[in-house]
Protein backbone atom coordinates (compact mmCIF):
# COMPACT_ATOMS: atom_id res chain seq x y z
CA UNK A 1 0.00 0.00 0.00
CA UNK A 2 1.47 3.47 -1.06
CA UNK A 3 0.48 6.39 1.18
CA UNK A 4 0.51 10.08 -0.15
CA UNK A 5 3.65 11.77 -0.14
CA UNK A 6 3.62 13.85 2.65
CA UNK A 7 1.79 11.18 5.03
CA UNK A 8 4.06 9.10 4.27
CA UNK A 9 6.31 11.51 5.44
CA UNK A 10 4.91 11.51 8.59
CA UNK A 11 4.26 8.10 8.74
CA UNK A 12 8.04 7.31 8.40
CA UNK A 13 9.21 5.30 11.62
CA UNK A 14 13.18 5.56 10.28
CA UNK A 15 13.29 9.59 9.78
CA UNK A 16 14.61 11.13 13.48
CA UNK A 17 12.72 13.55 13.82
CA UNK A 18 9.64 10.96 13.55
CA UNK A 19 11.67 9.04 15.96
CA UNK A 20 11.79 11.63 18.49
CA UNK A 21 7.96 12.37 18.37
CA UNK A 22 7.21 8.80 18.83
CA UNK A 23 9.71 8.73 21.72
CA UNK A 24 7.75 11.56 23.40
CA UNK A 25 4.36 9.88 22.63
CA UNK A 26 6.01 6.30 24.18
CA UNK A 27 6.95 8.74 27.52
CA UNK A 28 3.56 10.09 27.99
CA UNK A 29 2.57 7.03 27.96
CA UNK A 30 4.87 5.67 30.27
CA UNK A 31 3.54 8.53 32.38
CA UNK A 32 -0.30 7.99 31.92
CA UNK A 33 0.69 4.54 33.30
CA UNK A 34 1.97 5.74 36.54
CA UNK A 35 -1.22 7.49 37.28
CA UNK A 36 -3.24 4.11 36.62
CA UNK A 37 -0.76 2.46 38.68
CA UNK A 38 -1.53 4.96 41.23
CA UNK A 39 -5.18 4.68 41.16
CA UNK A 40 -4.90 0.96 41.45
CA UNK A 41 -3.20 1.26 45.04
CA UNK A 42 -4.79 4.12 46.23
CA UNK A 43 -7.28 2.40 48.30
CA UNK A 44 -4.85 0.32 50.50
CA UNK A 45 -5.40 1.62 54.23
CA UNK A 46 -2.89 0.74 57.32
CA UNK A 47 -2.36 2.11 60.84
CA UNK A 48 -0.34 5.28 58.86
CA UNK A 49 -3.23 6.50 57.24
CA UNK A 50 -5.82 6.07 59.73
CA UNK A 51 -3.17 8.51 61.58
CA UNK A 52 -3.13 10.88 59.01
CA UNK A 53 -7.48 10.31 58.40
CA UNK A 54 -7.33 11.43 62.24
CA UNK A 55 -5.55 14.45 61.61
CA UNK A 56 -7.98 15.23 58.44
CA UNK A 57 -10.90 14.81 59.75
CA UNK A 58 -8.91 17.54 62.78
CA UNK A 59 -8.77 19.93 59.96
CA UNK A 60 -12.52 19.46 59.15
CA UNK A 61 -13.56 20.36 62.18
CA UNK A 62 -11.14 22.88 63.62
CA UNK A 63 -9.97 24.50 60.17
CA UNK A 64 -6.94 26.86 60.31
CA UNK A 65 -7.27 26.55 64.62
CA UNK A 66 -5.63 23.28 63.99
CA UNK A 67 -2.37 24.43 63.35
CA UNK A 68 -2.61 25.94 67.09
CA UNK A 69 -2.36 22.33 68.68
CA UNK A 70 0.35 19.61 68.38
CA UNK A 71 0.42 16.13 69.41
CA UNK A 72 -0.63 16.26 72.98
CA UNK A 73 -4.42 17.78 71.78
CA UNK A 74 -4.52 14.55 69.27
CA UNK A 75 -2.94 16.04 66.38
CA UNK A 76 0.06 16.06 64.12
CA UNK A 77 3.56 14.81 65.63
CA UNK A 78 5.10 16.15 62.30
CA UNK A 79 6.58 19.33 61.72
CA UNK A 80 4.12 21.77 59.95
CA UNK A 81 4.67 21.39 56.28
CA UNK A 82 2.89 18.10 55.54
CA UNK A 83 0.02 19.51 57.41
CA UNK A 84 -0.65 22.57 55.27
CA UNK A 85 -0.87 20.28 52.44
CA UNK A 86 -3.27 18.26 54.22
CA UNK A 87 -5.17 21.24 55.12
CA UNK A 88 -5.70 22.26 51.62
CA UNK A 89 -6.27 18.64 50.62
CA UNK A 90 -9.32 18.95 53.02
CA UNK A 91 -10.83 22.19 50.94
CA UNK A 92 -11.35 20.01 48.15
CA UNK A 93 -14.16 18.30 47.05
CA UNK A 94 -12.66 14.73 47.61
CA UNK A 95 -13.15 11.84 49.52
CA UNK A 96 -11.20 11.39 52.26
CA UNK A 97 -8.69 8.34 51.06
CA UNK A 98 -8.39 10.41 47.42
CA UNK A 99 -7.76 13.96 48.92
CA UNK A 100 -4.87 12.12 51.42
CA UNK A 101 -3.43 9.79 49.00
CA UNK A 102 -3.79 12.40 45.78
CA UNK A 103 -1.18 15.08 47.64
CA UNK A 104 0.97 12.55 47.67
CA UNK A 105 0.98 11.82 44.22
CA UNK A 106 1.83 15.25 43.74
CA UNK A 107 4.63 14.74 45.81
CA UNK A 108 5.84 12.02 43.46
CA UNK A 109 5.61 14.42 40.35
CA UNK A 110 7.62 17.00 42.86
CA UNK A 111 10.38 13.90 43.54
CA UNK A 112 10.83 13.23 39.67
CA UNK A 113 11.22 16.86 38.98
CA UNK A 114 14.16 16.91 41.40
CA UNK A 115 15.45 13.69 39.69
CA UNK A 116 15.03 15.41 36.28
CA UNK A 117 17.32 18.27 36.93
CA UNK A 118 19.65 16.80 39.34
CA UNK A 119 20.36 13.84 36.17
CA UNK A 120 20.58 17.28 33.81
CA UNK A 121 24.00 17.99 35.93
CA UNK A 122 25.18 15.09 34.61
CA UNK A 123 23.49 14.22 31.33
CA UNK A 124 22.27 17.58 29.48
CA UNK A 125 22.46 16.57 26.04
CA UNK A 126 20.08 13.86 25.54
CA UNK A 127 16.65 11.95 26.91
CA UNK A 128 18.19 10.72 30.08
CA UNK A 129 16.98 13.24 32.34
CA UNK A 130 13.70 12.75 31.19
CA UNK A 131 13.80 8.64 31.32
CA UNK A 132 15.42 8.82 35.04
CA UNK A 133 12.19 11.05 36.26
CA UNK A 134 10.17 8.59 34.73
CA UNK A 135 11.69 5.55 36.30
CA UNK A 136 11.46 7.75 39.14
CA UNK A 137 7.85 7.71 38.88
CA UNK A 138 7.72 3.68 38.40
CA UNK A 139 9.95 3.26 41.27
CA UNK A 140 8.60 0.34 43.80
CA UNK A 141 9.69 2.03 46.55
CA UNK A 142 7.77 5.22 45.52
CA UNK A 143 4.83 3.82 44.44
CA UNK A 144 4.60 1.67 47.89
CA UNK A 145 5.99 4.63 50.23
CA UNK A 146 3.68 6.99 48.93
CA UNK A 147 0.24 6.42 47.50
CA UNK A 148 0.01 3.10 48.75
CA UNK A 149 1.22 3.21 52.66
CA UNK A 150 0.39 6.89 52.83
CA UNK A 151 3.88 8.50 53.70
CA UNK A 152 5.36 11.86 52.30
CA UNK A 153 9.16 10.93 52.32
CA UNK A 154 9.37 12.19 48.50
CA UNK A 155 9.03 15.65 49.72
CA UNK A 156 11.98 16.04 51.60
CA UNK A 157 13.99 13.64 49.35
CA UNK A 158 12.99 15.92 46.61
CA UNK A 159 14.03 18.80 48.62
CA UNK A 160 17.65 17.27 49.43
CA UNK A 161 18.09 16.56 45.67
CA UNK A 162 17.46 20.29 44.73
CA UNK A 163 19.90 21.09 47.54
CA UNK A 164 22.37 18.57 46.04
CA UNK A 165 21.43 20.27 42.34
CA UNK A 166 22.14 24.12 43.39
CA UNK A 167 25.02 22.93 45.37
CA UNK A 168 26.50 21.39 42.26
CA UNK A 169 25.48 24.77 40.72
CA UNK A 170 27.83 26.25 43.12
CA UNK A 171 24.73 28.45 43.87
CA UNK A 172 25.39 28.40 47.86
CA UNK A 173 22.04 30.46 49.04
CA UNK A 174 19.69 28.29 47.37
CA UNK A 175 21.78 24.78 48.04
CA UNK A 176 21.03 25.84 52.04
CA UNK A 177 16.99 27.00 51.70
CA UNK A 178 15.95 23.40 50.25
CA UNK A 179 17.85 21.67 53.04
CA UNK A 180 16.33 24.10 55.53
CA UNK A 181 13.15 23.07 53.73
CA UNK A 182 14.00 19.32 53.35
CA UNK A 183 14.97 19.34 57.24
CA UNK A 184 11.30 21.17 58.41
CA UNK A 185 9.78 18.22 56.29
CA UNK A 186 11.31 15.68 58.29
CA UNK A 187 14.75 15.06 60.48
CA UNK A 188 15.68 12.50 58.22
CA UNK A 189 17.26 14.71 56.15
CA UNK A 190 20.21 15.72 58.24
CA UNK A 191 21.27 12.16 57.02
CA UNK A 192 22.11 14.56 54.09
CA UNK A 193 24.38 17.81 55.81
CA UNK A 194 27.73 15.74 55.90
CA UNK A 195 27.37 16.11 52.10
CA UNK A 196 26.89 19.33 52.43
CA UNK A 197 29.98 19.77 54.75
CA UNK A 198 31.91 18.79 51.69
CA UNK A 199 30.74 20.89 49.24
CA UNK A 200 31.52 23.85 51.77
CA UNK A 201 34.92 23.48 51.22
CA UNK A 202 34.38 23.99 46.94
CA UNK A 203 31.49 24.93 45.99
CA UNK A 204 29.17 26.29 48.29
CA UNK A 205 29.65 28.77 51.61
CA UNK A 206 29.12 28.04 55.23
CA UNK A 207 27.85 30.94 56.31
CA UNK A 208 25.28 30.77 54.12
CA UNK A 209 23.36 28.33 56.24
CA UNK A 210 21.75 31.21 57.43
CA UNK A 211 19.34 30.92 54.78
CA UNK A 212 18.80 26.92 55.47
CA UNK A 213 17.75 28.40 58.69
CA UNK A 214 15.68 30.72 57.56
CA UNK A 215 13.69 28.80 55.34
CA UNK A 216 12.85 26.32 58.39
CA UNK A 217 11.98 29.18 60.56
CA UNK A 218 9.77 30.19 57.45
CA UNK A 219 7.33 27.11 57.21
CA UNK A 220 7.62 25.83 60.75
CA UNK A 221 6.83 28.84 62.75
CA UNK A 222 3.47 30.18 60.93
CA UNK A 223 1.37 28.57 63.27
CA UNK A 224 2.56 30.65 66.08
CA UNK A 225 -0.47 33.19 63.78
CA UNK A 226 -3.46 31.14 65.37
CA UNK A 227 -1.74 30.23 69.14
CA UNK A 228 0.90 28.10 68.85
CA UNK A 229 3.63 28.36 71.27
CA UNK A 230 7.12 28.74 69.97
CA UNK A 231 8.57 26.24 72.95
CA UNK A 232 5.91 23.57 71.46
CA UNK A 233 6.89 23.64 67.54
CA UNK A 234 11.06 23.63 68.69
CA UNK A 235 9.86 20.34 70.41
CA UNK A 236 8.47 18.28 67.48
CA UNK A 237 11.84 16.75 67.10
CA UNK A 238 13.03 16.09 69.91
CA UNK A 239 10.10 14.31 71.07
CA UNK A 240 10.43 12.24 67.91
CA UNK A 241 13.90 10.94 68.86
CA UNK A 242 12.85 10.02 72.08
CA UNK A 243 9.41 8.64 71.07
CA UNK A 244 11.25 4.78 70.37
CA UNK A 245 13.38 5.24 72.49
CA UNK A 246 14.68 1.84 74.31
CA UNK A 247 14.40 0.44 70.16
CA UNK A 248 17.97 -0.39 69.13
CA UNK A 249 16.25 -0.90 65.45
CA UNK A 250 12.90 -0.49 63.96
CA UNK A 251 12.48 -3.10 60.62
CA UNK A 252 15.65 -1.07 59.42
CA UNK A 253 18.86 -3.51 57.63
CA UNK A 254 20.67 -1.65 59.64
CA UNK A 255 23.97 -3.39 61.30
CA UNK A 256 22.32 -3.41 65.12
CA UNK A 257 20.19 -6.77 63.48
CA UNK A 258 23.03 -8.36 64.22
CA UNK A 259 22.49 -7.16 68.07
CA UNK A 260 19.68 -8.12 70.46
CA UNK A 261 17.84 -5.01 71.66
CA UNK A 262 18.67 -5.24 75.27
CA UNK A 263 21.91 -3.68 73.44
CA UNK A 264 20.18 -0.78 73.43
CA UNK A 265 21.68 0.72 76.60
CA UNK A 266 25.27 0.69 75.99
CA UNK A 267 24.82 1.20 72.14
CA UNK A 268 22.44 4.33 71.57
CA UNK A 269 25.14 6.74 72.41
CA UNK A 270 27.71 4.71 71.10
CA UNK A 271 26.05 4.63 67.63
CA UNK A 272 25.21 8.37 67.31
CA UNK A 273 29.18 8.90 68.11
CA UNK A 274 29.98 6.28 65.54
CA UNK A 275 28.20 7.82 62.77
CA UNK A 276 29.11 11.21 63.55
CA UNK A 277 32.96 10.48 63.74
CA UNK A 278 32.39 8.40 60.25
CA UNK A 279 30.76 11.43 58.59
CA UNK A 280 33.85 13.32 59.63
CA UNK A 281 36.10 11.13 58.77
CA UNK A 282 34.44 11.29 54.97
CA UNK A 283 34.93 14.92 55.21
CA UNK A 284 38.64 15.04 56.64
CA UNK A 285 39.23 12.38 53.49
CA UNK A 286 37.30 14.38 51.04
CA UNK A 287 39.46 17.87 51.99
CA UNK A 288 42.59 16.02 51.92
CA UNK A 289 42.00 14.27 48.55
CA UNK A 290 40.04 17.09 46.87
CA UNK A 291 37.00 15.08 45.92
CA UNK A 292 34.97 18.23 44.85
CA UNK A 293 33.68 17.09 41.33
CA UNK A 294 30.38 16.53 40.03
CA UNK A 295 31.26 12.76 40.00
CA UNK A 296 32.88 12.54 44.03
CA UNK A 297 29.80 14.89 45.74
CA UNK A 298 27.19 12.25 43.78
CA UNK A 299 28.95 8.97 45.15
CA UNK A 300 29.48 11.12 48.61
CA UNK A 301 25.32 11.78 48.59
CA UNK A 302 24.71 8.22 47.82
CA UNK A 303 27.14 6.94 50.13
CA UNK A 304 26.10 9.28 52.78
CA UNK A 305 22.73 8.35 52.84
CA UNK A 306 23.47 4.60 53.33
CA UNK A 307 26.19 4.98 55.69
CA UNK A 308 24.31 7.54 58.17
CA UNK A 309 21.39 5.42 58.63
CA UNK A 310 23.01 2.15 58.65
CA UNK A 311 25.05 3.30 61.75
CA UNK A 312 22.44 5.20 63.83
CA UNK A 313 20.15 3.79 66.10
CA UNK A 314 16.58 3.21 66.10
CA UNK A 315 16.02 3.70 62.67
CA UNK A 316 12.63 2.53 60.41
CA UNK A 317 12.62 0.88 57.05
CA UNK A 318 11.64 4.38 55.43
CA UNK A 319 15.14 5.96 56.28
CA UNK A 320 16.68 4.21 53.13
CA UNK A 321 14.47 5.29 51.15
CA UNK A 322 16.84 8.32 49.96
CA UNK A 323 19.63 5.53 49.75
CA UNK A 324 17.12 4.10 46.72
CA UNK A 325 16.32 7.15 45.20
CA UNK A 326 20.23 8.51 45.56
CA UNK A 327 21.35 4.80 43.87
CA UNK A 328 18.56 5.90 40.91
CA UNK A 329 20.33 9.01 40.30
CA UNK A 330 23.38 7.29 40.11
CA UNK A 331 22.77 4.88 37.53
CA UNK A 332 21.51 7.28 35.23
CA UNK A 333 24.52 9.84 35.44
CA UNK A 334 27.00 7.06 35.45
CA UNK A 335 25.47 3.47 34.07
CA UNK A 336 27.90 0.56 34.85
CA UNK A 337 26.91 -2.49 35.75
CA UNK A 338 27.96 -2.33 39.54
CA UNK A 339 25.46 0.89 40.20
CA UNK A 340 22.77 -0.86 38.05
CA UNK A 341 22.90 -3.60 40.18
CA UNK A 342 23.30 -1.79 43.37
CA UNK A 343 20.11 0.25 42.50
CA UNK A 344 18.40 -2.68 41.57
CA UNK A 345 18.89 -4.50 44.85
CA UNK A 346 18.16 -1.53 46.92
CA UNK A 347 14.90 -1.56 45.52
CA UNK A 348 14.19 -5.58 46.53
CA UNK A 349 16.11 -4.88 50.23
CA UNK A 350 13.54 -2.05 50.86
CA UNK A 351 10.31 -3.83 49.66
CA UNK A 352 11.50 -6.50 51.93
CA UNK A 353 11.60 -4.16 54.85
CA UNK A 354 8.11 -2.52 54.48
CA UNK A 355 6.89 -6.16 54.57
CA UNK A 356 6.28 -6.55 58.46
CA UNK A 357 4.52 -3.22 58.75
CA UNK A 358 2.44 -3.16 55.35
CA UNK A 359 1.03 -6.88 55.42
CA UNK A 360 2.07 -8.22 59.48
CA UNK A 361 4.32 -10.86 57.95
CA UNK A 362 8.23 -11.52 58.18
CA UNK A 363 10.72 -10.43 55.23
CA UNK A 364 11.24 -13.47 52.73
CA UNK A 365 14.84 -13.07 53.54
CA UNK A 366 16.09 -12.11 57.05
CA UNK A 367 16.66 -8.30 58.64
CA UNK A 368 20.26 -10.29 59.30
CA UNK A 369 21.46 -10.93 55.29
CA UNK A 370 19.36 -7.69 54.29
CA UNK A 371 22.00 -5.80 56.63
CA UNK A 372 24.88 -7.43 55.37
CA UNK A 373 23.78 -6.51 51.77
CA UNK A 374 23.30 -3.19 52.87
CA UNK A 375 27.26 -3.23 54.14
CA UNK A 376 28.27 -4.57 50.47
CA UNK A 377 26.54 -1.60 49.11
CA UNK A 378 28.44 0.58 51.43
CA UNK A 379 31.82 -1.19 51.01
CA UNK A 380 31.28 -0.73 46.95
CA UNK A 381 30.30 2.81 47.58
CA UNK A 382 33.43 3.60 49.87
CA UNK A 383 36.26 1.41 47.13
CA UNK A 384 34.32 3.89 44.13
CA UNK A 385 34.49 6.98 45.91
CA UNK A 386 38.17 6.65 47.14
CA UNK A 387 39.02 5.88 43.16
CA UNK A 388 40.06 2.10 44.58
CA UNK A 389 37.79 0.09 41.89
CA UNK A 390 38.34 1.71 38.54
CA UNK A 391 34.89 1.23 36.33
CA UNK A 392 34.36 1.80 32.68
CA UNK A 393 31.27 3.92 32.17
CA UNK A 394 28.82 3.36 29.45
CA UNK A 395 28.21 6.27 27.62
CA UNK A 396 30.28 9.66 28.47
CA UNK A 397 28.77 10.97 31.38
CA UNK A 398 29.19 15.15 31.25
CA UNK A 399 32.78 16.20 32.55
CA UNK A 400 32.71 18.10 36.25
Known sequence: MKLPKKLANYADLHDSENQRYVLYVLLSLLVLLTFIARI????????????????????????????????????????????????????????KIVAIKGILAIFDIFLAVSVYFLVKVFRPRNYVPLLAAVATLFLPTVLVTGVMWGQFDQLYVGAILFSLYFGLKDNSRWAWVWFGLAIAVKLQAIFFLPVLAIMCFKRIRWYDAIWGIGAFLVVTLP???????????????????????????????TMYQWFPNSAFPYFNHMATVLAIAVSIALLIYSILHKKFTNKDILLATTLVLYLVPFLLPAMHERYFFPAGIASLVLVFAYPTTTYAAIAVLMQVITLFTYIPFLFGLPPPVSFSILSALILVIISILTAHFMGLKKELVVGKAEKS
Open 223 to 253: PMLVGRSLSSLLRIYPNQVNLFNGHLVLNAP
Open 40 to 95: SLIHFQNGDYYTFSFWYDFIKLHGLHSFKYGADAGFSVYNPPYTYFLYLAALLPLS
